[in-house]
């Protein structure tokens, strides 16, 4: 279905809030970046269900927070895996909201579809300033 921003989980029970809000939001964050969204398939899972996919598919052998998967080069046809327990983690010692480190990492991967890259220095402090800009938008 062309337009469809999905939430699932795999491996663990976890009920997203705010899905029709955040829907809203993340369309309005490809919009303002001119990207054209086709699908876009959030998956909230276990870290172990992250590291198996990260070892199998991108020879990591090391917990993250976020795998995107693009499938295409035009539009943003994709699966962004998020570890839900690596998120609670990393929100704890940032003494930050979950919900607040979650949008962050949930639009950091929207980021990287639209072509924002983060290898370097100068490109990680780019991308945590838009991470910053597109988490303020109101939508």
């Not at 598919?57 to 839900?84: K, N």
Request: aromatic content about 10%.
């Amino acid at each position: 279905m062309p337009n469809s921003i999905t939430f699932q989980t795999e491996d663990i029970d976890f009920v997203f809030p705010n899905q029709a809000q955040t829907n809203a939001w993340i369309n309005a964050v490809i919009k303002r970046e001119n990207g054209e969204l086709n699908f876009l398939n959030y998956i909230f899972c276990s870290d172990n269900y992250l590291l198996k996919l990260n070892q199998e598919y991108l020879q990591h052998d090391t917990l993250t927070d976020i795998i995107t998967f693009h499938y295409s080069d035009t539009a943003i046809e994709s699966d962004i895996f998020i570890s839900v327990e690596r998120v609670m983690e990393n929100a704890a010692s940032l003494g930050i909201a979950f919900e607040v480190e979650l949008k962050r990492v949930m639009v950091h991967g929207v980021l990287h579809l639209l072509g924002y890259p983060d290898k370097t220095d100068e490109e990680k402090a780019k991308m945590r300033s838009k991470e910053d800009e597109m988490l303020g938008m109101k939508v």
